[in-house]
């Protein structure tokens, strides 16, 4: 096997605003991930489950369903319950992590996104 038959990692990034979506999109694929997008928590069980992801980015704030509900659905069905899922929000609200981490989530970060931190906690988690 060559290098170039190495498959990319792949990550589901779940954001329902188009420049974070975009933005974590070249981060990831800058460092040699491949991507994919749902803008809703519906959306991001449903591509979880066809797609089996071996990472999902989740943000919080998400239209009609949050990102832990969907979280949490993830989490109780045993298909996807072991796909690591690293929340982050906008809002660095007291209690977002320990809502997330509840929730099922495996990390958390806050938005802005700090590219060095984040870029560590996706290597860590897909690691661990
Ligand atoms: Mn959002």
Redesign the pocket.
Known sequence: MTEGDEKKRLILIV???PKSMILVEEILRAHGFATIGATNGRDAVEMARKAMPDLILM????PEMNGLEATRILKADPLTSGIPVLAMT?YAMVGDEERALEAGCNGYISKPIDLKGFILKVQELLSS
Do not use: P
């Open positions: 954001e329902d605003d943000d919080i704030q998400l906008a």
